[in-house]
Antibody, heavy 117, light 107 residues
Framework: EVQLVESGGGLVQPGRSLKLSCAAS????????MAWVRQAPKKGLEWVAT????????YYPDSVKGRFTISRDNAKSSLYLQMNSLKSEDTATYYC??????????WGQGTLVTVSS | DIVMTQSPTSMSISVGDRVTMNCKAS??????VDWYQQKTGQSPKLLIY???NRYTGVPDRFTGSGSGTDFTFTISNMQAEDLAVYYC?????????FGAGTKLELK
């Protein structure tokens, strides 16, 4: 059974950093692109980052480019999101998702990040 | 960036209704549109990929169609468990972009 379990969320002050993790199991992690998608409270979905199978290619929207870094450790079947210079508008539930030819077929349960002083 | 304009924003429906919602891309995205369902308090769930392909295990009352810039998602026989917010997303080019969602509510 495919499982994606996020961790690392919490309350953080504006301008500070936070690192999210996603532990994957039930599939060959190194064979899939992975992504982070977020959802601000009572708002819609926003794609945040994607990483290639080897980690050599990464993609971001302008809203987080230069502040967020997606990475992966295929040996540990783990995905990460390093978030720096956090802003109040980064407050959201962050989902880890597996990207395949059929779309984002698997999602984690999400981890809440609250940026507030 | 490609803007996905989803309509309507919300719909009041009854069980058994045929429900149709639309997504319009600001530029040609081919068939690279997925549809996701999100129930309250849950993670999104993939229903349709590449515009018209039903994902494994998704009931056949859910269908998608379209290509280029205009896409349609239909629930042929609305069930109570289908109450949710539905999102389209284009994956033709980065940055991937979602529509704002269509919320289905009971009449």
């Amino acid at each position: 059974e495919v499982q994606l379990v996020e961790s690392g969320g919490g309350l953080v002050q504006p301008g500070r950093s936070l690192k999210l993790s996603c532990a994957a199991s039930g599939f060959t992690f190194s064979n899939y692109y992975m992504a982070w998608v977020r959802q601000a409270p009572k708002k819609g979905l926003e794609w945040v980052a994607t990483i290639s199978t080897s980690g050599s290619r990464t993609y971001y929207p302008d809203s987080v480019k230069g502040r967020f870094t997606i990475s992966r450790d295929n040996a540990k079947s783990s995905l990460y999101l390093q978030m720096n210079s956090l802003k109040s508008e980064d407050t959201a539930t962050y989902y880890c998702a597996r990207r395949g030819q059929q779309g984002f077929a698997y999602w984690g349960q999400g981890t809440l990040v609250t940026v507030s002083s | 960036d490609i803007v996905m304009t989803q309509s309507p924003t919300s719909m009041s429906i009854s069980v058994g209704d045929r429900v149709t919602m639309n997504c319009k891309a600001s530029q040609n995205v081919g068939s690279n549109v997925d549809w996701y369902q999100q129930k309250t308090g849950q993670s999104p769930k993939l229903l349709i990929y590449k515009a018209s392909n039903r994902y494994t295990g998704v009931p056949d009352r859910f269908t998608g169609s379209g290509s280029g810039t205009d896409f349609t998602f239909t629930i042929s026989n609305m069930q109570a468990e289908d109450l949710a917010v539905y999102y389209c997303m284009q994956s033709n080019s980065y940055p991937y972009t979602f529509g704002a969602g269509t919320k289905l509510e009971l009449k």
